[in-house]
């Protein structure tokens, strides 16, 4: 197995340079949007809810920290339905869904505020889709080997949308959202080509 990703007694992860993708990441069935894929530790102690729950605060706490990074003042919008989570049986199916606009004056990015809505020609879609019970794969540096999976098919995503030619932005969004997820999550970015990143860098490069 190649691995670019090897756990240490730390508990951190260490990236190599043999220019090889490790095994566990799966390909990508499209590369024309950004997903996450990853493991997170199971235990008998949190249920199935607060798991995905807490999943969800990483992921969006990440976003404000990249967002912040970038000197983006950031709005959340109200969504109907953003959450499936209390009425919904099977974890694989869970779904909470986080919006926001952001100012950025160097793209284009503004927002607008008018008889208490709140819109944006720039925004960050946040999605945490459902888990899966799995063992986490040699590699993955998680602290227990009961793991809940996700990868594509599970509709984990982060996207942001800009005004056409600012793809510089993006790339640079996204490596500072990696650098903030959890040492099991893996982002893949659509941006040069399609790649991996993980803690901010690209994996296997």
């Not at 404000?64 to 919904?88: I, K, Q, R, Y």
């Not at 869904?97 to 952001?102: G, I, L």
Request: glycine share 8%; with cysteine; proline share 5%.
């Amino acid at each position: 197995m190649a691995i670019g990703v090897l756990a240490t007694l730390s508990g951190c992860a260490q990236t190599d340079t043999s220019g090889e993708l490790p095994d566990f990441l799966p390909v990508p069935a499209s590369e024309n949007r950004n997903f996450v894929a990853g493991w997170k530790s199971r235990l008998d102690s949190v249920s199935d809810k607060e798991a995905h729950e807490a999943l969800a605060k990483r992921y969006n706490a990440a976003v404000m920290m990249a967002a912040e990074s970038m000197g983006w003042n950031t709005e959340a919008l109200t969504l109907s339905n953003s959450n499936n989570v209390a009425t919904t049986p099977n974890p694989k199916d869970f779904r909470d869904t986080k919006r926001y606009v952001f100012e950025d004056q160097n793209a284009g990015c503004a927002i607008q505020r008018s008889n208490g809505q709140v819109k944006g020609n720039c925004s960050i879609t946040v999605i945490t889709g459902g888990l899966i019970a799995s063992e986490t794969p040699e590699g993955v540096a998680i602290p227990i080997a009961a793991a809940w999976s996700f990868e594509q098919p599970q509709n984990h995503i982060i996207e942001i949308e800009v005004p056409a030619g600012e793809t510089s932005i993006n790339t640079a969004f996204l490596e500072a959202v990696s650098a903030n997820l959890p040492n099991g999550v893996y982002l893949f970015s659509r941006h040069k080509g399609g790649q991996w990143l993980h803690k901010g860098v690209p994996v296997g490069q």
